[in-house]
């Protein structure tokens, strides 16, 4: 019985140790598998004297090399390496993020270089399109007049327009930034392509705005503006408000303006800049128009930004058409160039 117990006890020995030789060899694998290529990372290391060159690193190494001023060359893993890496493509623009790199597609209006190559929303501009306004009887339906010039240039960043009798009105808009908050519309400018022989009038710029809660404006602009900081720039005139008649105050958060006898926005006694409208109030045509509220003239092109040319003044009636092109567009700090 004696040597029956001693040999179970041998035999559970035996059994135990083989187990931790085993766990200790596994261990020692893994340890081992870590200091190979799988386990390695590719920096950047400063070799002294200015110099530096390409090592690998085991993992656990790499926060000490990190802490001196190594730096890993492709830190996001996209397969391009950071701009003045030591290895690699050394041409991501941003290296922490794998959704931006030198072969990304760019992605129109998010206000990001996506692709690495200077240039923020390139081939994602505005696409501005031509579109009639009022006849010279008054009237606001087809058939346009036919001596009306109005069609787009070929890079479509510009028009021609004619508008040879009082009362004819023609637009170029776009939908582009339907949505977007008024109040960060920063500049609006293009350059004369045929120059009139008044260079004092312009294409002024319609603005329709809303506040989603029924209120509706064009926000106008028919002084020169080009080159000018509509975050201060104080001369925007108000017109087919809606119902909404004398109080304006849904453009303010409930703080009190009016229009004044020059049909110019004021706040507080002062004209108003784009800069001071509530951040509710967005750029956006409302697509429809009470004939009590809106009138003949209104841009009803279904666009939110719209360039307008003609009116019953008689400085706006150009016979022999006019030409602009270069149109851009800057809001929230990114410059967008009008294309088809």
């Not at 799988?38 to 090399?65: E, F, P």
């Not at 996001?76 to 003045?84: E, K, L, M, N, Q």
């Not at 009016?258 to 967005?282: H, K, M, P, W």
């Not at 666009?303 to 706006?316: C, P």
Request: some cysteine.
């Amino acid at each position: 019985m004696k040597k029956l117990l001693y040999l179970s006890f041998s035999l559970l020995l035996f059994f135990s140790a083989c187990q931790k030789a085993d766990t200790d060899l596994t261990f020692e694998a893994n340890k081992e598998m870590s200091k190979g290529p799988v386990g390695k990372v590719t920096i950047c290391h400063s070799a002294g004297d200015g110099k530096v060159i390409v090592i690998q690193v085991n993992q656990n190494a790499l926060a000490a090399h990190l802490a001196h001023g190594d730096v890993v060359p492709d830190s996001d893993g996209d397969g391009y390496t950071a701009i003045g890496a030591c290895t690699g493509s050394a041409d991501d623009c941003n290296d922490n993020d794998a959704t931006i790199n030198p072969g990304a597609e760019e992605i129109c209006g998010d206000g990001t270089d996506n692709n690495c190559n200077g240039i923020i929303d390139e081939n994602c501009g505005p696409n501005f399109k031509t579109f009639n306004i009022r006849n010279a009887n008054g009237s606001i339906f087809a058939p346009w007049d036919a001596d009306i010039i109005l069609s787009e240039n070929a890079a479509g960043d510009g028009f021609t327009f004619a508008t040879p009798r009082g009362g004819q009105k023609v637009g170029y808009g776009t939908e582009f930034f339907t949505g977007y908050r008024v109040n960060t519309l920063e500049s609006v400018n293009w350059n004369w392509l045929s120059v009139p022989a008044d260079r004092g009038i312009i294409p002024y710029l319609n603005i329709w705005v809303t506040d989603g809660q029924g209120n509706l404006a064009v926000l106008s602009s028919e002084n020169n503006y080009r080159g000018t900081d509509f975050g201060t720039r104080r001369e925007w005139k108000i017109f087919e408000y809606g119902a909404s008649q004398t109080d304006f105050s849904w453009l303010f958060d409930g703080r009190p303006a009016s229009r004044d006898a020059a049909q110019y926005l004021v706040l507080n006694g002062r004209r108003i800049t784009l800069s001071e409208i509530s951040d509710r109030i967005l750029i956006n045509d409302p697509r429809w128009y009470p004939t009590a509220y809106v009138g003949s003239g209104a841009p009803r092109g279904g666009y939110g930004i719209n360039l307008i040319w003609g009116d019953t003044q008689k400085n706006f009636v150009a016979p022999n058409g006019l030409q602009i092109g270069g149109l851009t567009v800057k809001l929230a700090g990114v410059n967008y160039s009008a294309i088809n």
